[in-house]
């Protein structure tokens, strides 16, 4: 199963943390990508997405990339400013999850502090 991460980081703190998820999954057909210098989803049966959450939304830049992948798995990781509280992970999580294509399988949502 190939495996891609994909990331958008401003400060470094999103991009640390997919370096992390990277690093932890078996090694194989893996890959890890700056969304800056995507316009395109590369080929992939599984895709984490991370991104830093900008005035308490997920950046257009990530989700007109994710809208663009089909016939895979979703997964999303975000690091915001503030300590992240349970209503503000919910609608972060519902609005990156509306992004993706019904012909993909959602696995979840992850959100942490990032470095201030
Ligand atoms: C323009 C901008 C808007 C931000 N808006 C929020 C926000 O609404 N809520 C929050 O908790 N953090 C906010 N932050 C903080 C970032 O989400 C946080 O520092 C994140 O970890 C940065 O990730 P990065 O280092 O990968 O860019 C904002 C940062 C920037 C630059």
């Given at each position: 199963?190939?495996?891609a991460?994909?990331?958008?980081s401003?400060?470094?703190?999103?991009?640390a943390l997919?370096e992390?998820?990277?690093?932890?999954?078996?090694?194989?057909?893996?890959s890890?990508h700056?969304?800056s210098?995507y316009?395109?989803?590369p080929?992939a049966d599984?895709?984490?997405?991370?991104y830093?959450?900008?005035?308490?939304?997920?950046?257009v830049?990530?989700?007109?990339?994710?809208?663009?992948?089909?016939?895979?798995g979703?997964?999303?990781?975000?690091?915001?400013?503030m300590?992240p509280?349970?209503?503000?992970?919910?609608?972060l999580?519902q609005?990156?999850?509306k992004?993706?294509n019904?012909?993909?399988?959602?696995?979840?949502f992850?959100?942490?502090?990032?470095?201030?």
């Amino acid at each position: 199963m190939s495996v891609a991460v994909m990331y958008l980081s401003e400060t470094g703190n999103t991009k640390a943390l997919a370096e992390q998820f990277y690093i932890t999954l078996p090694n194989g057909d893996k890959s890890i990508h700056d969304i800056s210098i995507y316009d395109k989803p590369p080929k992939a049966d599984l895709y984490y997405i991370g991104y830093p959450v900008h005035r308490q939304t997920c950046p257009v830049k990530v989700l007109d990339l994710v809208k663009q992948i089909e016939d895979a798995g979703v997964a999303f990781f975000a690091t915001c400013g503030m300590p992240p509280e349970k209503g503000c992970r919910y609608s972060l999580e519902q609005l990156s999850r509306k992004w993706v294509n019904d012909s993909c399988t959602y696995y979840g949502f992850f959100l942490c502090q990032g470095k201030v």
